[in-house]
Every structure is written in structure tokens, then in C-alpha cells.
């Protein structure tokens, strides 16, 4: 009996240096999102869907922002559509991850319309979400390094094939590398033809979310609270954009009364703006058009301190 338990100890030790090694080494390569809950609490955030969290890159803006105010560096607490709709969850985590202290934090929220929607079958004001029990929402430590909660709770997440691949890389900052892109104009339409699939399905089963459209002011006003809040459409396809604006017609009159009534900025980069910021798939920016985007960002950022203080 001894002789197993000793067995038993030694197994179980053997198997959590393993994983140790792959999360402390690799973990940026077989998940999405491990990093993000291996790094301290931030006082600076880039918050939204898969657009923001490879579209926005922290370490352009910690470089562009240098000598400003905000307490830097900024981490990318962006998720996919799937886990990022705006709500009580979503808001839970964010705060849970953001240092209470800071006062002079930068905050960027990436909105769309697809982050306000619910599925028709579920009554927010009765506490059904479609994201309960996805990460941010079920995780307790975000802070901790490694993190075997989020191995136990999500190891459905982990694709281990990625440390031989390498083909993306989600950084200690939070920003997702994606290095797999199309390399002519067929793979290129037939992946941007997949995410309108997707999109036209999300259209037939979900709804706007008078909830969570709360929940966003909700948000607002909690982020203030820490600093300086930026709300932000980031550039899309125009097929993509006319598909959103069909799901929400109204979307940026609501997004720009939120700001107004919150005397916060809204940039609409979906405006003439498609062209200039170059997708992989009509929806996500490739790493390469990221780098000017950002800047773009850090620009609107830095124009409109200016503008306030003056």
C-alpha cells in the first residue's frame, strides 16, 4: 500500500511538472486565452470581441503613449464573440481583473453590435446568458501564474498541436498574433464567406438585448470610475457591416448616446475606413494593418486630450 501511494505521488508530481513546462513555456501556443489570467492585475485595458483581440496590439500603444498620464502598460482583455457579450458577466471579470487602485487607467472598448445580442430563447432579466460557464465568466484566480484552474476548467480550450504549429500566439499582454493568413485572393473570400455564414446564423437566433444595452452603460460608468473610457467600432468589410447594421440598425445612434450621456469619445472606424485597414477574413485585421490601426487609435486618443486641455 505505501509503495502505491509513494507510486501514485511520484505519477502525480510527474504530471504536474509536465504541465507546468507546457503552460509556463508554450501556453501562449495551445490557448486562446490562458496568458491573460497569468498576468497581474491591469490598470489599463483593451476590453471587446476576437476584432479587438487581434486587431488592437497593447505594446503600439504602451510605445505611442509613453509619456502620457494613463498607468501603462495596457493589457488586451478581449475574448471572441462567443464569451465577450456586454453584460453582467463579462463586467464581473473585467473588474475582477483591473487593479481597484488605479485612478488614471486608459480604457479601450471595442464595441459591436453582435456584443449586445442575446439568444432569442433567453430572458437576461432572468439571468440566462449564453456565456455562463465560459472563461472569463468561470474563473476565480486571474492573476496566477501558472494557472491550473483554468487548465481544470478549460482544458476543452487547449489545442496542444499549437506549440509544433506555432501558426498563433496569444502574447503576455493579451494580444492574439495571427500568423496563418490567406496568401491569395480564393482563400482569402472563401474565409470571409465563412464568417458571413457565421453571422447570418447569429442573425436568425439572436435578438438585441435591452439588458445588455444597460449592461454597456452599466460598464461605462464602472470603468470611469479607474480613468479614461474610449468606445471604438473597429473597421470591417463593408458585406460584414451591412450585415451588423441589419441586425442592429440603429447601433451607433445608441453607441453615440451612451458616450454623450457619459461625456466619454466614440470612434467609428467603420466609416470609410474598410480599405484602408486590410482584414484576413472581411471581419478580423491581419497583425500587419494592426500596427497602423492601433497607431490610428493612439492618434484619436492623444488629439482629444489635447482638444481638453486646451
Request: with cysteine; charged share 25%.
Amino acid at each position: 500500500m505505501k509503495k502505491f501511494i509513494f507510486k501514485s505521488f511520484i505519477f502525480f508530481f510527474i504530471v504536474i511538472a509536465i504541465v507546468s513546462i507546457i503552460l509556463l513555456k508554450y501556453g501562449g501556443y495551445v490557448d486562446y486565452f490562458y496568458e491573460k489570467f497569468t498576468t497581474p492585475k491591469a490598470s489599463s485595458m483593451i476590453i471587446g470581441d476576437s476584432r479587438a483581440l487581434q486587431g488592437i496590439q497593447p505594446h503600439i500603444i504602451d510605445g505611442n503613449l509613453v509619456n502620457s498620464d494613463f498607468d501603462l502598460p495596457v493589457l488586451n482583455y478581449s475574448f471572441t464573440i462567443a464569451q465577450s457579450h456586454i453584460g453582467p458577466l463579462y463586467s464581473k471579470s473585467i473588474l475582477k481583473k483591473l487593479n481597484k487602485n488605479t485612478k488614471n487607467g486608459l480604457f479601450i472598448l471595442a464595441v459591436n453590435p453582435w456584443m449586445l445580442g442575446s439568444k432569442k430563447e433567453n430572458d437576461n432579466y432572468k439571468g440566462e446568458f449564453k456565456e455562463v460557464g465560459q472563461p472569463p465568466h468561470n474563473m476565480e484566480n486571474v492573476s496566477m501564474n501558472p494557472n491550473f484552474e483554468y487548465f481544470i476548467k478549460n482544458l476543452n480550450f487547449f489545442h496542444f498541436k499549437g506549440i509544433f504549429r506555432q501558426s498563433s500566439k496569444l502574447h503576455k499582454n493579451g494580444w492574439l498574433e495571427e500568423k496563418n493568413l490567406p496568401n491569395d485572393t480564393t482563400t482569402f473570400y472563401n474565409w470571409k464567406k465563412n464568417q458571413l455564414h457565421i453571422f447570418k446564423g447569429f442573425i436568425k437566433n439572436y435578438n438585441v438585448s435591452s439588458y445588455r444595452k444597460k449592461s454597456l452603460d452599466t460598464l461605462v460608468k464602472s470603468l470611469k470610475k479607474h480613468g479614461k473610457v474610449f468606445m471604438i467600432r473597429t473597421p470591417i468589410d463593408k458585406e460584414m457591416l451591412a450585415l451588423e447594421n441589419s441586425f442592429f440598425k440603429d447601433f451607433d445612434l445608441f453607441i453615440n448616446e451612451v458616450a454623450l450621456s457619459n461625456d466619454i469619445n466614440y470612434i467609428n472606424y467603420t466609416v470609410n475606413n474598410s480599405r484602408k485597414y486590410k482584414t484576413y477574413d472581411g471581419h478580423h485585421i491581419n497583425k500587419y494593418d494592426g500596427v497602423d490601426f492601433t497607431k490610428s487609435i493612439c492618434d484619436s486618443i492623444q488629439n482629444n486630450i489635447k482638444r481638453l486641455s486646451n
